[in-house]
C-alpha cells in the first residue's frame, strides 16, 4: 500500500523558515516525478513545486527564489525548503506522486505565517 506521509509544518513568523518532508512507503519514488500542492481556506488546491525523477524542477510564480524542492532518493523523501515565508503562504501542504492512472496524495500538513 502507497502512503505519503509529510511533516515539518507549523506556525511561523512571516520572514521565517520551514522545510517540509514527504516521506514515502511502499512505492519506490526515484522512478518518479514528485509534487508539493497546498490549499487554503476557500480556495482550490494549486501547484508549487515538482520535482522530476532526473531532479529537473518547476516552481509557482509566486514561489520562486524562495521555496526549493529536493529529493533524497535514498531516503525515499521529497522535501520543500520554504524561505521568506509570507502571510499568503498559509495553507495546507500535500505532497503528490503520479504513476499512470494512478495519483496519491499525502494528508497534508498546516502551515501558518502569522505574527
Known amino acids: 500500500q502507497v502512503q505519503l506521509v509529510e511533516s515539518g509544518g507549523g506556525l511561523v513568523q512571516p520572514g521565517g523558515s520551514l522545510r517540509l518532508s514527504c516521506a514515502a512507503s511502499?512505492?519506490?519514488?526515484?522512478?518518479?516525478?514528485m509534487g508539493w500542492y497546498r490549499q487554503a481556506p476557500g480556495q482550490q488546491r494549486e501547484l508549487v513545486a515538482t520535482?522530476?525523477?532526473?531532479?529537473?524542477?518547476n516552481y509557482a510564480d509566486s514561489v520562486k527564489g524562495r521555496f526549493t524542492i529536493s529529493r533524497d532518493n535514498a531516503k525515499n523523501t521529497v522535501y520543500l525548503q520554504m524561505n521568506s515565508l509570507e502571510p499568503e503562504d498559509t495553507a495546507v501542504y500535500y505532497c503528490?506522486?503520479?504513476?499512470?492512472?494512478?495519483?496519491?496524495w499525502g494528508q497534508g500538513t498546516q502551515v501558518t505565517v502569522s505574527s
Open positions: 503528490k506522486l503520479a504513476r499512470i492512472l494512478v495519483t496519491y
Open positions: 511502499g512505492i519506490i519514488i526515484s522512478a518518479y516525478a
Open positions: 520535482i522530476t525523477a532526473g531532479s529537473s524542477t
